[in-house]
């Protein structure tokens, strides 16, 4: 191990020297390589002119109030769903004519209860959705005739529709029944999960890009850190054994890596962190069920190689960003292997990986700017809704005819808002 250190550090150093590593700053002039194939290639794709969208005007209790009472839900890496509605708003896609929209939206903040620690409470959420499809059913036709299959819906929860943050509860409630037809926008993606419906568009979590843009150093800094990674290894209050926290991988890591000189993890979380990750090779992403870490954008922005761990996971837009070529995959079993399998990437793999990292437009389709951006994450869920167009005719129902069931669900949900 001690030959393959300093083999690696000296690739780093070289790393470093070429490629840029200030990923935020979008326009730079750098060194990067096309993306091409199954996904990539359509990142740059412009909606504008391929979809309309109506979006439902709702009563303010159900966003902007909720807002007004906590504005730290901007901020939290859920607030997508907010900053998505003031997208639409202003949006070419936008239409004022329901009938000649394609999709159509409700904007209903659904994780915008918050504790006092700033966690999002999902308990209200199921009958504020419900609400607000009762009211669209009563007052627009549009929902009757579909029961919602050419609607779209962001919920961004932990285990999305859901409506839970613990996985046992969330799979005993399963999706809101009345969500059951409707394209649903999320940041949890996990196959064969019932908290992930086919068709469902999965989203990165929100990072404020200002933030980033803060902590840039400069260019053709040596990337001098072979592993990073900071946060928490177990959940001390709930899985002090590290059990199920992240389905084990978290503990795996720092039980087989905390006294290896090729691995940077700890609990603490510096105030150079971003610097940190602009500095690394590979940034560990152990993900357990859910792409909703802010590690995941923050190493794609920074260019540090992601290494995901989890399995089954469904990672964003992964119809149009390639994470196979800028990422590693790493089985949770195969932990305990990890510093085998990444001295094993042979370096001129690992710069390829850093020159697509490298794209602009990989690093735009990361974020919700705000003004927004061509080739932005607001432009990628519209893409992703564009490709779903037109809409098979099966979805249109027959006069009379009924699918879902509005008494469905918990007892509690169907209490009124």
């Not at 909606?47 to 109030?65: M, S, T």
């Not at 961004?156 to 046992?168: I, K, S, T, V």
């Not at 980033?212 to 209050?237: A, C, N, W």
């Amino acid at each position: 191990m001690e030959i393959w250190k300093w083999v690696f550090v000296g690739v780093l150093w070289y790393a470093g020297s070429v490629l840029s590593t200030s990923a935020v700053e979008l326009g730079r002039s750098q060194h990067t390589e096309r993306i091409s194939g199954s996904a990539g290639d359509v990142l740059e794709d412009d909606p504008v002119g391929r979809l309309k969208v109506f979006v439902y005007e709702l009563p303010r209790k159900y966003n902007k109030k909720i807002l007004q009472k906590d504005p730290r839900c901007l901020t939290h890496m859920f607030a997508a769903e907010i900053f998505m509605h003031r997208f639409l708003l202003s949006s070419p896609v936008r239409t004022l004519n329901p009938d000649e929209a394609d999709w159509f939206y409700t904007p209903v903040y659904t994780t915008c209860d918050l504790t006092t620690n700033g966690l999002p409470l999902p308990f209200k959420s199921p009958r504020m959705m419900r609400s607000a499809i009762q009211l669209i059913s009563s007052n627009w036709p549009y929902w009757n005739r579909t029961e919602g299959a050419d609607h779209f819906f962001v919920v961004p929860h932990d285990f999305g529709a859901c409506f839970h943050y613990q996985e046992e509860k969330a799979i005993e409630r399963g999706i809101l029944p009345l969500l059951q037809r409707a394209t649903l926008v999320q940041t949890f993606g996990q196959r064969n999960h019932v908290c992930l419906k086919d068709g469902s568009i999965t989203v990165p979590p929100y990072a404020p890009p200002q933030k980033m843009q803060t902590h840039l150093i400069p260019e053709k800094t040596p990337r001098s850190i072979f592993v990073y990674f900071r946060g928490l290894f177990y959940d001390v209050g709930n899985d002090p054994e590290g059990g199920y926290y992240a389905r084990g991988a978290r503990a795996a890591v720092w039980e087989n890596f905390k006294d290896n000189p090729l691995f940077d993890i700890s609990t603490e979380h510096p105030a150079t962190y971003y610097e940190d990750m602009q500095r690394a090779v590979f940034c560990l992403c152990p993900l357990g069920w859910a792409p909703w870490s802010p590690r995941l954008v923050e190493a794609v922005i920074f260019g540090c190689i992601p290494v995901i761990i989890a399995d089954d996971i469904v990672l964003p837009f992964a119809d149009a960003i390639p994470w196979e070529e800028i990422g590693v995959y790493v089985d949770e079993e195969d932990v305990p292997n990890l510093d085998t399998i990444l001295t094993s990437i042979p370096p001129e793999v690992i710069l390829r990986k850093q020159r697509l990292l490298a794209n602009p437009s990989m690093k735009q389709a990361m974020l919700f700017p705000q003004p927004a951006q061509p080739g932005d994450a607001f432009h990628q869920v519209l893409n992703g809704l564009a490709r779903k167009l037109p809409h098979d005719k099966s979805v249109y129902l027959r006069p009379g005819e009924k699918i879902l069931n509005w008494t469905a669900g918990p007892v509690g949900d169907l209490k009124p808002w």
